[in-house]
């Protein structure tokens, strides 16, 4: 039987992964809602212009480890953290640091497309809008559409209400919403898994082309996919104690190592299919 | 065997007993209709609505005044209470922390089901005693009893505004002021309106705040909302206390 990921041929043309500037530097990451700790002791870079993607299985904590890089486990009522994230060098739970600020650098997209109830060229607009970026909208939201290979698809029905475009048009409707308010890092938290293999190809695509100007964390259940589109691969396991839960680190390293050759046992069983 | 009868004969008991406590309502709501508009055809007519009251003891006249009384009424208690009902809904479901939320919620909910006599008494006490009965009193009066209305209608319908919109627009760097002025008032503005309305129809049919705040009024068309101003439902209570059967029929007809 042959393997079902060939990472080796879809990383045959990866570049060497530029490690030199760190956007993320997480020390001992700790996140609680009330007692119970989501993710302990996690410590992670997260390098400039690659795309990083988070795997593990199913209630490991990998969207609490990435809602907390741009502060929205800040609106979960009971939510915590310990330990540090430094941001290009600054602490973004230090004190006196606007979270609205942090996601307003750092972007997000959520695993359910979730565009305004508005027109298509409003839900891009509205966020440069608001924000003050009014000057030359029509040619900012032009670009963020181009940006999340939607602009073809929708130049002739900009006015049109966004949700009537498809799935997986919505969700790149998202992409470009994000994008338009120039942040520096993307999140994406599952951004295909409610998408059909089209869709899905279509935002892996995206992602490559997003990975010139961005800076892309992607949680993601679906292994191919991470070994598709990731540069770096964090693999995330359930440490279970007793009646606790908690989500770690197990492995963090380039993608092909990870699922080629990975340090560790679990690690291994999970990339091979034989979890559980 | 018999238990299976037993729950078979009480099966069919319920159902008559719910069909027949339904038909009561539904009779009750028919008698009342029918038995006010059959005496009252006689008094219907144009003049009806386009003339004031005449005077004591004269034929003829109508309730013109007293519509556009309730209409001023409603429209200031409107004024009044949909602003800081609505945004008493917004501080709850997008802004309080669930200690505060809780009991303001709690007082929302007991400010509902106060007797309207009592905000009648209040506001009675409050602005009519020591100035006079006002047009302003009674709207303010009104208000109370709209706002608990708007607030709970206007806090149902944010509720059901999906969190995913909240977190896509603070995730863009939105400020959550701007969050609910521009993605979540828009999509509920129509829930709101229909609470607004309903607590409208409520408040045009009290009596008991009106009497305490601007029952005393002139026969004639009033706009001048420092006054008491004419109103529908203290007409009724009025004419049903007086001896004069022909304004009997016209009550009826308000």
């Known amino acids: ?276 | 065997m018999s238990r299976y009868r037993r729950r078979r004969i009480v099966n069919r008991l319920m159902e008559v007993i719910a069909t027949v406590a339904a038909l009561v309502a539904v009779a009750v709501l028919a008698i009342v209709v029918v038995s006010v508009a059959k005496r009252a055809a006689g008094a219907i007519s144009w003049d009806f609505f386009t003339k004031p009251q005449a005077l004591f003891g004269q034929p003829g006249g109508g309730i013109a005044n007293a519509l556009v009384g309730t209409v001023l009424l409603v429209l200031m208690a409107g004024a009044m209470a949909l602003p800081v009902g609505v945004l008493t809904a917004i501080y709850l479901t997008e802004f309080a922390p669930r200690r505060v939320a809780v009991p303001i919620q709690v007082v929302i909910d007991v400010l509902a089901g106060l007797p309207t006599i009592v905000i009648g008494i209040f506001v009675y006490a409050l602005l009519v005693i020591g100035h006079t009965q006002s047009g302003i009193a009674g709207a303010f009066a009104l208000a109370i009893i709209m706002l608990p209305l708007i607030a709970r209608a206007t806090q149902e319908v944010l509720l059901l505004v999906p969190s995913t919109l909240r977190e896509a627009s603070l995730a863009l760097g939105v400020r959550r002021w701007r969050t609910v002025l521009g993605v979540i008032l828009p999509t509920s503005v129509g829930g709101i309106l229909t609470g607004t309305v309903l607590a409208v129809a409520r408040a045009a049919g009290e009596t008991a705040p009106l009497l305490f705040t601007s029952s005393i009024f002139a026969n004639t068309v009033q706009t001048d909302v420092t006054k008491p101003l004419p109103n529908i439902p203290v007409l009724i209570f009025t004419y049903s206390e007086q001896p004069d059967p022909a304004l009997h029929e016209q009550q009826r007809s308000s």
């Open chain 1, 1 to 276: 039987m042959t393997p079902v990921i060939d990472v080796a041929q879809a990383r045959k043309d990866a570049e060497p992964i530029e490690k030199n500037d760190v956007v993320f530097d997480i020390q001992k990451l700790t996140a609680s809602y009330g007692k119970q700790p989501a993710i302990s002791d996690v410590d992670l870079e997260i390098y400039r212009n690659v795309i990083t993607a988070v795997i593990g299985p199913s209630g490991c904590g990998k969207s609490t480890f990435i809602r907390c890089l741009n502060r929205m486990n800040d609106l979960v009522p009971g939510a915590r953290i310990e330990g540090k994230i430094l941001y290009q060098g600054d602490d973004l739970y230090a004190s006196g640091v606007d979270p609205v600020e942090v996601r307003r650098r750092i972007g997000m997209v959520f695993q359910k497309a979730n565009p305004f109830p508005k027109s298509i060229y409003d839900n891009v607009a509205w966020g440069p809008r608001v924000l003050g970026m009014r000057k030359d909208l029509d040619g900012r939201v032009e670009k963020a559409l181009r940006g999340a290979a939607l602009w073809d698809e929708v130049k002739d029905r900009l006015k049109k209400n966004a949700l009537s475009l498809s799935g997986g048009q919505q969700q790149r409707l998202c992409i470009a919403r994000a994008i338009a308010v120039e942040p520096d890092v993307l999140l994406l938290d599952e951004p295909a898994s409610a998408l059909d293999p089209i869709a899905t190809s279509a935002i892996e695509e995206l992602m490559h082309e997003l990975k010139r100007d961005y800076t892309l964390v992607i949680v993601t259940h679906n292994m191919q996919q991470a070994a598709r589109v990731a540069d770096m691969t964090a693999f995330f396991s359930l440490d279970v104690d007793e009646s606790r839960r908690t989500g770690v680190l197990v492995e963090y390293d380039g993608t092909a190592k990870i699922f080629t050759n990975p340090g560790d046992k679990r690690t291994e069983d999970y990339v091979t299919g034989r979890f559980g």
